[in-house]
């Protein structure tokens, strides 16, 4: 019976309290427990078996008796109050107001955990979303609908970087009207993070002029770390509301991927689980993959939502569990290069490893330009052969190499400087960037463009190539 309370606790693992099995109980569910010290406490039933029930508190278990506990099984699962003031408010993990001005004045509420899209209702994702960085737009561009990792590590700014595409991230045009159509949008959750580091971003939001088109879901370091695998999901729900009920454009930048993972990994702990790769539970995939799918276009609603998950890459190891998964799920991934950052490149945005598989259904002529992919692709080859000629030149020197393979060197010198490094607060259009992509291109012999078609050489290629020349 749901709204019943049940007296007494068999035992209390940390944040997991244990209970008499008792009948209509469901995975997921909604529990309240309270004691006498700290009054009521939030949790949601994690186990269950014939005998007992498992409980996992967001918060601490200190002081809690198991003698003067009550348990009262609320009968739905967690959920999200959502309503026409979500934007511009600040929430903590668990859903709730942070930021004094009351609760969301709404009688709606969603289950926090989602329902799984039909893969026969999603429509294919095609339309481009202009970030104002070259190195995205250019070469890894993100499309709306899509989930593009950021695979960063331990002091790189990959915290500038998402401050920067929420400032000025914007959808140019539509696919199938051939305008910007719905208000474009962002959610933003911090999961584990220093309260600098939720201050930096609270911040800039709110001088850049962005916060009323913003919301934000704030799990501190300091709070419970149980509290970090309900953040996603309240702002991924939030997410769903606006772009499937409000038709919006919804980007959803999540930060940090790896403190989740990491929550993830305790609580399979105190559970007893067995642990697969490096301690992680042998779920991790499809947890993973039960936030990054909620992402996408759904036939019917003229809304979306577009991913941007963060994660911190645990000693720059792309092959650990959390990146490599993540990459299995995703369609693509940015990542940040440490040799970029120390020698003063921003973004770090490394070139060869950064790919995003939508890109080619995001670009070209009606999207963003004619000459783009073609562009893309000279890039990619180019800096692949300079990456080739440096390894070559640290062994014979760079006295010995050809005259081609000293032209493919200062390519580098001004692809990384020029194209790759830009201000964080410089927005670059994306005629603004491709510009620069013919710019960089006029420092290689014009026989080695084989991945541009000649009337692109002679309308793009050919001005740059004789700009430089008069410089």
């Not at 709070?223 to 309240?234: F, H, I, M, N, T």
């Not at 692809?415 to 603004?432: A, K, S, V």
Request: glycine share 10%.
């Amino acid at each position: 019976m749901k709204g019943v309370e049940y007296r007494g606790l068999t035992r209390i693992e940390g944040p997991v309290v244990i209970t008499e099995r008792t009948g209509g109980v469901s995975f997921n569910e909604a529990v309240a427990v309270y004691d006498r010290t700290e009054g009521r406490r939030l949790g949601r039933v994690v186990d269950m078996s014939k005998d007992w029930t498992a409980i996992q508190i967001f918060g601490s278990s200190t002081g809690l008796s198991a003698d003067d506990a009550r348990v009262e099984f609320l009968g739905k699962p967690m959920e999200l109050r959502v309503g026409p003031g979500l934007l511009g408010r600040v929430f903590n993990g668990l859903g709730e107001p942070i930021d004094g001005y009351g609760e969301i004045i709404s009688s709606t509420c969603l289950d926090v955990n989602g329902l799984p899209i039909n893969p026969y209702a999603r429509t294919y994702p095609r339309d481009f979303i202009q970030t104002g960085i070259s190195a995205i737009d250019g070469m890894n561009t993100l499309i709306r609908g899509q989930k593009l990792p950021i695979f960063s590590g331990n002091g790189l700014p990959h915290n500038r970087l998402a401050a920067q595409i929420v400032r000025q991230a914007r959808i140019l045009r539509s696919s199938e009207s051939g305008s910007a159509e719905g208000q474009f949008v962002v959610v933003f959750c911090a999961m584990g993070v220093k309260y600098d580091v939720a201050r930096f971003f609270l911040d800039d939001f709110e001088k850049s002029g962005v916060l009323s088109n913003v919301a934000v879901f704030l799990s501190l370091a300091g709070a419970p770390s149980l509290e970090r695998l309900v953040a996603p999901r309240c702002a991924l729900t939030a997410a769903e509301y606006l772009a499937y009920e409000r038709n919006m454009h919804v980007l959803v930048v999540m930060t940090d991927m790896t403190n989740y993972c990491e929550a993830l990994r305790e609580v399979s702990s105190i559970r007893g689980e067995v642990p697969s790769r490096k301690g992680y539970p042998g779920y991790l995939y499809s947890d993973l993959a039960s936030l990054y799918e909620r992402a996408g276009k759904i036939q019917g609603s003229s809304g979306s939502i577009t991913q941007l998950p963060i994660l911190t890459m645990p000693n720059d190891d792309i092959s650990h569990p959390i990146p490599d998964l993540s990459g299995y799920i995703t369609e693509g991934q940015i990542v940040l290069d440490r040799e970029l950052f120390q020698r003063g490149v921003y973004p770090p945005v490394a070139g060869l490893p950064s790919l995003s598989r939508l890109m080619k259904d995001g670009i070209g002529e009606g999207m963003t330009r004619e000459d783009h992919k073609d562009v893309s692709s000279q890039l990619f080859a180019a800096y692949s052969k300079v990456k080739q000629v440096r390894n070559l030149s640290s062994i014979i020197g760079e006295e010995e190499l050809s005259e081609a393979d000293k032209q493919y060197l200062k390519f580098g010198e001004k692809f990384e400087q020029i194209y790759l490094t830009q201000d964080e607060y410089e927005n670059r259009g994306i005629d603004r960037t491709l510009d620069l992509g013919w710019q960089v291109l006029a420092e290689i012999p014009r026989d080695e463009l084989l991945r541009v078609k000649q009337e692109y050489i002679e309308k793009y290629f050919e001005p740059a190539l004789a700009k430089k020349q008069g410089e």
